[in-house]
């Protein structure tokens, strides 16, 4: 019976118009399709993103801060024994080498440079 329509259809309108009328609607399924189920999901994806950016950030500025701490310790090390004429013994030196920075640079492919 469907078959028999769009055969009348065609005699009636032309292909083309009929043609143009499919596309029409299937323009406006594929419309409809993305804004009830694929929107949602992109934006509940840019949510968790922008989440994760937010900890990544956080957590470079904690190791900024850190790596900045330990330089500060190494300056006043390397003063106070210019000051005193003495190195200072090798619990300092021990816990400085084993708490040094082991950053290093990724680059954005995730590669070390």
């Known amino acids: 019976m469907p078959t028999n329509d769009l055969i009348q259809a065609i005699n009636q309108y032309g292909f083309p118009i009929v043609a143009a009328m499919g596309m029409g609607y299937f323009i406006f399924f594929i419309w409809k399709w993305t804004t009830t189920v694929i929107k949602p999901v992109i934006g509940e994806a840019s949510t968790t993103l922008i989440k994760l950016v937010d900890r ?21 090390k390397e003063e106070i024994e210019q000051a005193t004429g003495k190195k ?26």
């Open 56 to 76: 990544v950030r956080m957590l470079d500025n904690d190791m900024i801060r850190l790596n900045t701490k330990l330089a500060m310790v190494l300056e006043y």
């Open 88 to 113: 200072l013994g090798n619990e300092l030196n021990d816990i400085l080498s084993a708490n040094k920075s082991k950053s290093q640079t990724l680059s954005s492919t995730g590669k070390k440079d």
